[in-house]
């Protein structure tokens, strides 16, 4: 059974910096794809970013130039530096895996940008 763990969300001011990590319980691997998504209060969930086991990544234009995936094979560990963030940025973030066969899903964490 593949478990996702994020962890690194919290409250942060306009104009700050988090980094989200996203631990797999195996070998990252036997994922096509890992991105992150995100739910803001009655929206539905949205699309962050993927990374592709090649190591290219596409971004929504709500984050381009602010947001960076990357991934650390040997710690099958996936993160999100997330700068300049605005308020519009307050959501839960989701990890997800995708494999030929599946969809994963970690808890979430929540981000909240405010003053």
């Known amino acids: 059974q593949v478990q996702l763990v994020e962890s690194g969300g919290g409250l942060v001011q306009p104009g700050g910096s988090l980094r989200l990590s996203c631990a797999a319980s195996?070998?990252?691997?036997?994922?096509?794809?890992m991105g992150w998504y995100r739910q803001a209060p009655g929206k539905q969930r949205e699309l962050v970013t993927v990374i592709g086991n090649s190591g290219s990544a596409n971004y929504a234009d709500s984050v381009k130039g602010r947001f960076t995936i990357s991934r650390d094979n040997a710690k099958n560990t996936v993160y999100l530096q997330m700068n300049s963030l605005k308020p519009e940025d307050t959501a839960v973030y989701y990890c997800n895996a995708k494999t030929t066969l599946a969809n994963y899903w970690g808890q979430g964490t929540q981000v909240t940008v405010s003053s």
């Open positions: 195996g070998s990252i691997f036997s994922f096509y794809a």
